[in-house]
C-alpha cells in the first residue's frame, strides 16, 4: 500500500493518541499504558524543534507515525532517538518501510544527526525484522526492562548509523524466497532501497520468530508484491556469501545468505490490498545480466538452481 508521507501538523494528535492508546492495550508494543498517553504531550512533540515528525496517510486516514527527538546534551547531540508506529488495521502493508525510509532519508540530510538509536521489545519479532531490514545493528540488550501484565520483556537497543563508517561485519541469515513461473518467465521484485535497490530479486525474506516456511513466504509474498499463492513446493536449498558494500554512512558487511527455495503456483492478487510494497517483473532468466540482479540471485542463475530450469 502506497501512503502520503507528510510532516504532522497539531490537527493529527488526537487521531495519533487514539491509535497510541489502542496499541498500548496489548502489552509488548509501547512502554506507556494508554492513560500515560496524552494528546497535549503529542502536540508538544510535533511542535518541538528538536527532530521531525511525519504521519502516513491513506485514503485521508493515518496509517502511521514516526518522530526523531535529537537528545538535548551537548556531547549527544549528533543522536536522535526514533518513535514508530504501524496503527491498528494498516500493519503488513509496507507503512513501516515507509515511515523509515522518509525518516532515515531526513536524518540524512540533516547537519547535525550521525546515529539513529531506539528501543523495541524483543518481543516484537516483526518491528525488530524491519529494523535490521533497514540496516540497523542490535547494540545491546535491557533485561527484564519491561514490565507487563504478562511478565517482564526485555529491551533491545538498536541503532542506525547514517553517517560515518564501522568495521565490517558478518551477518548470516536464513531466508524463504518463492519462484513463480510464467512460460519462460520468472516473477522478480525490484528492490527500492538498501544496497541492491534497483536491483531484480526473488520475492522473500527473513522468517521471523514463530513464523515456518509457508507462513512467511505468504507474509512476504502479500508484503512486496501485493499477491498471494494458494501452493507451495521446496525445490531447493541455497547457500552464498556476498560482499554488501558501505552505502550512503551505513557500514559495509559480509552477508551469508541462507535460502529456502520454493515454486509457487496460484498467484493471484488480493481484493483488500492495493499494492505491493516493490514493483514487480516477470523476466527471462536467461536474459539476465549480472549488474541487474541482486547478487544471492546471481548466484542461483550461475550454480543452476533448480529455480532457474
Known amino acids: 500500500m502506497n501512503a502520503t508521507i507528510r510532516k504532522a501538523e497539531l490537527r493529527d494528535a488526537a487521531n495519533i493518541v487514539r491509535a497510541e492508546q489502542e496499541i498500548a492495550l496489548e502489552p509488548g508494543f509501547f512502554c506507556s499504558q494508554p492513560s500515560e498517553l496524552s494528546e497535549k504531550n503529542v502536540k508538544n512533540t510535533i511542535e518541538s524543534s528538536h527532530g521531525v515528525y511525519f504521519v502516513a496517510e491513506c485514503n485521508g486516514c493515518i496509517a502511521g507515525h514516526a518522530f526523531l527527538e535529537i537528545l538535548p546534551l551537548q556531547s549527544l547531540k549528533h543522536i536522535?532517538?526514533?518513535?514508530?508506529a504501524v496503527h491498528?488495521?494498516?500493519?503488513?502493508?509496507?507503512i513501516g518501510t515507509q515511515l523509515l525510509e522518509k525518516i532515515i532519508e531526513w536524518a540524512k540530510e540533516s547537519e547535525s544527526i550521525e546515529k539513529i538509536e531506539l528501543n523495541v521489545r524483543a518481543s516484537n519479532a516483526q518491528a525488530i525484522a524491519l529494523y535490521k531490514k533497514m540496516g540497523f545493528l542490535e547494540e545491546g540488550c535491557l533485561k527484564r526492562h519491561v514490565k507487563t501484565e504478562i511478565g517482564y520483556i526485555d529491551d533491545i537497543l538498536m541503532a542506525l548509523h547514517v553517517k560515518g563508517s564501522l568495521p565490517d561485519r558478518k551477518i548470516?541469515?536464513?531466508g524463504?524466497?518463492?519462484v513463480a513461473k510464467?512460460?519462460?518467465?520468472?516473477?522478480f521484485v525490484i528492490q527500492k532501497s538498501g544496497p541492491f535497490a534497483e536491483l531484480f530479486d526473488l520475492p522473500g525474506g527473513g522468517i521471523e520468530f514463530g513464523e515456518d516456511p509457508n507462513q512467511a513466504l505468504h507474509r512476504e509474498f502479500i508484503e512486496e508484491t501485493g499477491m498471494d499463492f494458494r501452493s507451495m513446493i521446496q525445490i531447493d536449498n541455497f547457500s552464498a556469501v556476498t560482499r554488501v558494500p558501505a552505502l550512503n554512512g551505513k557500514p559495509g558487511y559480509e552477508f551469508h545468505q541462507i535460502g529456502l527455495i520454493y515454486s509457487v503456483d496460484g498467484l493471484h492478487d488480493l481484493e483488500d490490498i492495493q499494492k505491493g510494497s516493490l514493483k514487480c517483473e516477470w523476466v527471462d532468466v536467461r536474459a539476465l545480466k549480472k549488474n541487474a540482479v541482486a547478487p544471492f540471485v546471481w548466484a542461483i542463475i550461475q550454480g543452476e538452481n533448480a529455480c532457474t530450469k
Do not use: W
Open 80 to 84: 536522535a532517538q526514533l518513535n514508530i
Open 88 to 94: 491498528k488495521g494498516f500493519q503488513n502493508r509496507g
Open 172 to 174: 548470516s541469515r536464513t
Open 176 to 178: 524463504v524466497y518463492g
Open 182 to 187: 510464467e512460460k519462460e518467465k520468472i516473477l
